[in-house]
């Protein structure tokens, strides 16, 4: 199967140019979020990570080791500098914050999520970390005093940022001086124009099976970080590291599509929900799309230099 015969699959089960057309609001990623959260829970991880696992040369071995990986990275930086306020954006259902409030007893963690569902789920599995907490919020309308955290981190939740200089600017304002921000995601390569159509397409109908609105450019990154006051340390592309995930995701989300006019009717019905399939699409779409050519899986680290 190559990237055109996919596409054709998906055509016939989903109107493409109709769902090219719609927008990503932020109702329709909690949303999305609600009905995916059972298939997160049962086929991805059980104790509720919502990311691709790392499969780091001598490091994870197998699917569950793998999902630990942002976060032991992120301990690395934690535990050689003095990072004693850390805020999570995005936390999901808390995965990442429990791990590493776990580890770090000393430090005070803030989880934020804009999902209810999510906060409810963390708060209970918290329970017993006095150095944790978790609250419902828009990332991009944070309302922190100045200068509060010394390390913001987000694991694949960047992507759902709508407007990339505000959220730089919002924080390097929570940001204490030297305050660094780790951030895990997909960002286009440069010469997004040059790809083929079908790659291109491939991109946007990834997104949108994510409730990404837009894909963010990793030279948009870089300039609207220096702008606000943040110098990338680190920018490394870990695309190799998620493959192996991906491509299984990919193995399963063609199962969605193997009977087209079954799936169509089950989705005209009601019986399939829209965002299950369209999550299914960007399943199948994912391993064309990000790489070295297309779209990269970033580590990304920030730091406040003022």
């Not at 430090?107 to 409810?120: E, K, N, Y």
């Not at 109908?205 to 409730?211: C, D, E, Q, V, Y």
Request: net charge positive; glycine share 6%.
């Amino acid at each position: 199967m190559d990237l055109q015969s996919d596409l054709k699959k998906i055509g016939q089960v989903l109107d493409l140019p109709k769902t090219l057309q719609q927008g990503v609001s932020p109702a329709e990623v909690t949303r999305y979020y609600q009905l995916t959260n059972y298939f997160y829970r049962r086929f991805h991880s059980r104790e509720g990570a919502m990311h691709l696992p790392l499969y780091l040369p001598q490091r994870a071995q197998n699917h569950y080791e793998g999902l630990y990986e942002q976060a032991n990275l992120i301990q690395d930086f934690i535990q050689n500098t003095d990072n004693q306020q850390v805020m999570e954006i995005g936390c999901g259902q808390g995965f990442n914050s429990i791990y590493l409030a776990k580890q770090n007893p000393q430090h005070q963690f803030v989880g934020l999520d804009l999902t209810a569902l999510h906060i409810r789920q963390a708060q209970q599995k918290a329970q017993g970390l006095p150095n944790l907490t978790f609250r419902q919020g828009d990332f991009q309308k944070m309302d922190f005093a100045p200068h509060r955290f010394d390390l913001v981190f987000a694991i694949e939740s960047f992507c759902y940022t709508r407007d990339i200089s505000l959220i730089f600017k919002q924080l390097a304002s929570v940001l204490k001086p030297q305050g660094k921000v780790i951030i895990f995601d997909v960002f286009t390569h440069p010469g997004f124009e040059n790809l083929t159509a079908d790659l291109q397409l491939a991109i946007h109908l990834n997104g949108i099976g994510f409730a990404v609105e837009k894909w963010w450019n990793i030279e948009e990154l870089r300039q609207n970080a220096q702008i606000a006051g943040l110098e990338v340390l680190i920018a490394q592309n870990l695309a190799s590291a998620i493959m192996p995930n991906l491509l299984s995701f990919q193995k399963g989300a063609r199962r969605m599509f193997r009977y087209p006019q079954l799936t169509k009717l089950l989705l005209q019905l009601g019986v399939l929900p829209s965002a299950l399939v369209k999550h299914a699409m960007s399943g199948v779409l994912a391993p064309y799309s990000i790489g070295e050519v297309a779209q990269g899986y970033f580590q990304i680290v920030l730091q406040k230099n003022k």
